[in-house]
């Protein structure tokens, strides 16, 4: 590459940032100031400034590179090696143990035996690793030179998304969801959390911090339903969360803080990237099990030298060059995946004996045994009791649960436009069940007369309301059947079994990601000392970012390239909305069930008629001027006060 920058030798030569440069910046550590010595972006300093081309410091042309697992952050890798690195595109070989590429994110069936789909995307705006690829692959339904953004962006500026049921109880009534209902010293708890730092998490889940009048709020019924969490699960990443969506939080009730694809995960966002590499050359080696790393460890490093792969069954062994490159995803939410149908339940019972056996979480505790830096995977495959819920996917012909559908849709199902908004949740489901339709067809070759309806549960050790069995151990007819007693169309029952396909996925780690977790439990992304190895995905560290969301799976990919590329540029931190004053006033009084909060009248006062008056949250009506302003506010702060003191 000297050839390239030639003309900048001296700057170059003289610089201490060149080929040493920071690829994970981290904003929580970082005090923002200009001096002589900063050089480089803010951590989390978005635009078009960053959008510079990073230059290796020297060619990688000659280089191999072996991805193992095709999902959205292994092709997220292959895409970046190319437009970054300056690999050719025929240098990259994908090695998938399954039949089929996409890893978690999947999208199949037909109309004749059903669709299935894992699972779906909550997507937003701020996820920039992801809008960065995208808005350079080419559209899947669009021409050039329309990339898969600009068919976002059209379809969600011009249709938004909210709810009008995102609660429903007593047999199918929509149950008020206006209100957080968050009490004083809940509100409190989880402004501390906001303000402790992430060292001090180590190891507790959520129910050891929080109290049960939080547990039993609407506001965590929203936001363990939206994001799948349990009370069991890591405090830590629930913190992680919080700072990373908190300019969305009063879209949390009604969803409008979200934006959904056309079509299912698979075709939207699989498809058109999967197209794109392929058309540039890359290989796919499906079928290919990695059983192993061979791994030539002493004192200046770690050096892979070698994959163990299994191929149709015989054991073939890749050898790795000097500046070859091999990148694991490791870990698989998705892994041991049970399928059932209308009339057969995906499994038996819930056996925890052999977790974290299948091949999907072998490669990655066969790294840990070599050495501490890769992380201990028990602590994340270890609990399937604690880890594993189950979904079922409904393809409808019109039957009275399409009726009842339409009761809580936006717009009509077949209209093409938003229809639920995301899920509506039976809040007095002993499985704490929820359904959503999105926009419909959520297949390209879906049929007119057809809809696709997605249903998922996070309790699964507890018998149903009507169907006394815990949901994996039931077949889709009674999913079916538990459904309409909730909808309260039970008398109508047959009637939807005849028109409804049930296919149901019961997964086993699905949730492993949000399991209590300590400082060295999840290896870098570049492990210390590792010369050729990256590791992607859902179970490796990231200073700031969140688990299970396609942004921090590609978040990932993009820190391997430049980390093992020593590329001239970084990775910002997730986007600041966290540090804006806006967001932060227009969270503290969303908390408060947007009632005032201890100050704002003073804020009002001192804003009013000056240019950052809009900075404060709007309210509905027009605050009363009170006669002493003084009492006003001390009536607020007792108010404040006793509510803390309970």
Same mark, same amino acid.
């Given at each position: 590459?000297?050839?390239?920058?030639?003309? &900048?030798d001296?700057?170059?030569?003289?610089?201490?940032?060149?080929?040493?440069?920071?690829?994970?910046?981290?904003?929580?550590?970082?005090?923002?100031?200009?001096?002589?010595?900063?050089?480089?972006? &803010?951590?989390d300093?978005?635009?078009?400034?960053?959008?510079?081309?990073?230059?290796?410091?020297?060619?990688?042309?000659?280089?191999?590179?072996?991805?193992?697992?095709? !999902?959205?952050?292994?092709?997220?890798?292959a895409?970046?090696?190319?437009?970054?690195?300056k690999?050719?595109?025929?240098?990259?070989?994908?090695?998938?143990?399954?039949h089929?590429?996409?890893?978690?994110?999947?999208?199949?069936?037909?109309?004749?035996?059903?669709y299935?789909?894992?699972?779906?995307?909550?997507?937003?705006?701020?996820?920039?690793?992801?809008?960065?690829?995208?808005?350079?692959?080419p559209?899947?339904?669009?021409?050039?030179?329309y990339?898969?953004?600009?068919?976002?962006?059209?379809?969600?500026?011009n249709?938004?998304?909210?709810?009008?049921?995102?609660?429903?109880?007593?047999? !199918?009534?929509?149950?008020?969801?206006?209100k957080?209902?968050?009490?004083?010293?809940?509100?409190?708890?989880?402004?501390?959390?906001?303000?402790?730092?992430?060292?001090?998490l180590?190891?507790?889940?959520?129910?050891?911090?929080?109290?049960?009048?939080?547990?039993n709020?609407?506001?965590?019924?929203?936001?363990?339903?939206?994001?799948?969490?349990?009370?069991?699960?890591?405090?830590?990443?629930?913190?992680?969360?919080?700072?990373?969506?908190?300019?969305?939080?009063?879209?949390l009730?009604?969803?409008?803080?979200?934006?959904?694809?056309?079509?299912?995960?698979?075709?939207? &966002?699989?498809?058109?990237?999967?197209?794109?590499?392929?058309?540039?050359?890359?290989?796919?080696?499906?079928?290919?099990?990695?059983?192993?790393?061979?791994?030539?460890?002493n004192?200046?490093?770690?050096?892979?030298e070698?994959?163990?792969?299994?191929?149709?069954?015989e054991e073939?062994?890749?050898?790795?060059?000097?500046?070859?490159?091999?990148?694991?995803?490791? !870990?698989?939410?998705?892994?041991?995946?049970?399928y059932?149908?209308?009339?057969k339940?995906?499994?038996?019972?819930?056996?925890n004996?052999?977790?974290?056996?299948s091949?999907?979480?072998?490669?990655?505790?066969?790294?840990?045994?070599?050495?501490?830096?890769?992380?201990?995977p028990?602590?994340?495959?270890?609990?399937?009791?604690?880890?594993?819920?189950?979904s079922?996917?409904?393809?409808?012909?019109?039957?009275?649960?399409?009726?009842?559908?339409?009761?809580?849709?936006?717009?009509?199902?077949?209209?093409?436009?938003?229809?639920?908004?995301?899920?509506?949740?039976?809040?007095?489901?002993?499985?704490?069940?929820?359904?959503?339709?999105n926009?419909?067809?959520?297949?390209?070759?879906?049929?007119?007369?057809?809809?696709?309806?997605?249903?998922?549960?996070?309790?699964?050790?507890?018998?149903?309301?009507?169907?006394?069995?815990?949901?994996?151990?039931?077949?889709?007819?009674?999913?079916?059947?538990e459904?309409?007693?909730?909808? !309260?169309?039970?008398?109508?029952?047959?009637?939807?079994?005849?028109?409804?396909?049930?296919?149901?996925?019961?997964?086993?780690?699905?949730?492993?990601?949000?399991?209590?977790?300590?400082?060295g439990?999840?290896?870098?992304?570049?492990?210390?000392?590792?010369?050729?190895?990256?590791?992607?995905?859902?179970?490796?560290?990231?200073?700031n970012?969140?688990?299970?969301?396609?942004?921090?799976?590609?978040?990932?990919?993009?820190?391997?390239?430049?980390?093992?590329?020593?590329?001239?540029?970084?990775?910002?931190?997730?986007?600041?909305?966290q540090?804006?004053?806006?967001?932060?006033?227009?969270?503290?009084?969303?908390?408060?069930?947007?009632?005032?909060?201890?100050?704002?009248?003073?804020?009002?006062?001192?804003?009013?008629?000056?240019?950052?008056e809009?900075?404060?949250?709007?309210?509905?009506?027009?605050?009363?001027?009170?006669?002493?302003?003084?009492?006003?506010q001390?009536?607020?702060?007792?108010?404040w006060?006793?509510?803390i003191?309970?």
């Amino acid at each position: 590459m000297k050839t390239v920058t030639s003309k &900048f030798d001296k700057v170059l030569n003289a610089s201490p940032e060149y080929g040493h440069v920071n690829h994970q910046p981290d904003s929580s550590k970082e005090k923002q100031r200009n001096t002589p010595q900063k050089s480089m972006p &803010f951590s989390d300093q978005i635009g078009n400034y960053q959008r510079n081309k990073g230059i290796p410091t020297q060619s990688f042309t000659d280089s191999k590179v072996y991805i193992i697992g095709s !999902g959205i952050a292994g092709m997220s890798t292959a895409y970046y090696f190319i437009r970054d690195g300056k690999i050719p595109a025929e240098n990259i070989t994908f090695l998938e143990q399954l039949h089929i590429d996409g890893g978690s994110m999947d999208g199949a069936g037909n109309a004749k035996d059903g669709y299935i789909i894992r699972g779906g995307r909550e997507m937003d705006m701020t996820y920039e690793n992801l809008w960065d690829i995208f808005q350079d692959i080419p559209a899947l339904e669009m021409p050039a030179p329309y990339s898969v953004l600009d068919e976002y962006r059209l379809l969600n500026d011009n249709d938004p998304n909210y709810s009008k049921a995102r609660l429903i109880h007593n047999q !199918g009534l929509v149950k008020d969801f206006s209100k957080f209902g968050l009490n004083k010293k809940d509100q409190l708890a989880i402004i501390k959390l906001l303000l402790k730092k992430k060292e001090e998490l180590d190891d507790l889940s959520i129910q050891d911090y929080f109290s049960e009048s939080f547990l039993n709020s609407n506001f965590w019924t929203f936001w363990r339903t939206m994001f799948a969490f349990e009370n069991w699960h890591s405090l830590l990443e629930l913190k992680l969360y919080m700072h990373r969506f908190l300019h969305a939080i009063d879209g949390l009730n009604d969803l409008s803080a979200l934006v959904f694809p056309k079509y299912n995960q698979y075709d939207t &966002f699989i498809t058109p990237l999967r197209n794109f590499l392929k058309e540039k050359g890359v290989q796919i080696n499906l079928n290919t099990l990695v059983k192993d790393l061979d791994i030539h460890i002493n004192t200046e490093g770690k050096v892979v030298e070698g994959l163990i792969t299994e191929q149709n069954g015989e054991e073939i062994k890749i050898p790795i060059r000097e500046n070859d490159f091999v990148i694991v995803t490791t !870990g698989s939410m998705t892994e041991d995946t049970s399928y059932g149908t209308n009339k057969k339940a995906p499994i038996l019972g819930i056996d925890n004996s052999n977790s974290g056996e299948s091949a999907g979480w072998k490669l990655w505790k066969n790294l840990a045994a070599k050495s501490e830096i890769f992380g201990k995977p028990e602590k994340f495959c270890g609990n399937i009791e604690k880890s594993a819920w189950e979904s079922a996917t409904l393809t409808c012909k019109p039957s009275a649960l399409v009726e009842k559908l339409k009761e809580y849709s936006v717009n009509d199902p077949y209209s093409g436009k938003t229809v639920t908004g995301g899920i509506i949740t039976i809040t007095d489901s002993n499985w704490l069940m929820s359904f959503t339709c999105n926009r419909q067809p959520h297949f390209p070759e879906q049929p007119n007369d057809v809809l696709v309806l997605w249903v998922y549960s996070l309790l699964m050790d507890r018998e149903g309301n009507y169907i006394k069995k815990a949901m994996p151990e039931c077949t889709g007819d009674e999913i079916l059947a538990e459904l309409c007693y909730h909808l !309260g169309i039970s008398d109508q029952l047959e009637n939807v079994q005849q028109n409804t396909i049930v296919r149901t996925a019961f997964m086993p780690y699905i949730t492993s990601m949000f399991m209590p977790r300590a400082k060295g439990d999840r290896p870098a992304v570049v492990p210390e000392g590792c010369k050729n190895l990256g590791l992607i995905g859902q179970f490796v560290e990231t200073n700031n970012d969140v688990v299970f969301t396609m942004e921090s799976s590609v978040r990932t990919a993009r820190i391997a390239v430049y980390q093992l590329l020593h590329l001239n540029k970084q990775v910002p931190d997730i986007n600041p909305l966290q540090y804006d004053i806006r967001h932060l006033l227009k969270a503290t009084k969303t908390l408060n069930d947007d009632q005032p909060f201890l100050g704002e009248g003073i804020l009002r006062k001192i804003l009013k008629g000056t240019y950052y008056e809009h900075i404060l949250p709007g309210t509905d009506t027009e605050e009363v001027e009170h006669e002493s302003f003084i009492i006003e506010q001390f009536k607020k702060f007792k108010d404040w006060m006793k509510g803390i003191k309970g």
